[in-house]
């Protein structure tokens, strides 16, 4: 019978409040330091956590970007219709002198 491998159990990280994190050792290296883990934990929900903040502010970013490109838009937009106002404004009194 063959012998199955020895499992192999990684470190991982728990949630236990609104902002803890518990770090469960699998490695050596980790019970010294959990800084020193020798384990590949990229499955660990910390992880998936920091992950999705990153894609969270990178598209907060970028809305923040659109936001202001079309205040820039709008802005340049409202001094055309002024110039336009102020245009048919100075029409209008020539129109009205002529017709008097």
Same mark, same amino acid.
């Given at each position: ?25 699998? %490695?050596?290296? @980790?019970?010294?330091?959990?800084? %020193?883990?020798? %384990? ?15 894609? @969270? ?6 809305? #923040?970007?659109? @936001? #202001? ?15 336009? #106002? ?15």
């Amino acid at each position: 019978m063959p012998k199955e491998p020895a499992r192999y159990i990684q470190c991982y990280q728990v949630k236990i409040g609104d902002n803890e994190w518990v770090h469960i050792p699998g %490695c050596w290296a @980790a019970t010294q330091d959990p800084a %020193c883990c020798t %384990c590949d934990i990229s499955g660990s929900e910390l992880e998936r956590a920091q992950q999705a903040r990153r894609e @969270a502010e990178a598209y907060i970013e970028k809305l #923040h970007d659109r @936001a #202001h490109e079309r205040t820039e838009r709008l802005n340049q937009m409202f001094q055309t219709n002024k110039k336009i #106002h102020a245009e048919m404004r100075k029409l209008e009194q020539i129109l009205a002198k002529q017709t008097a």
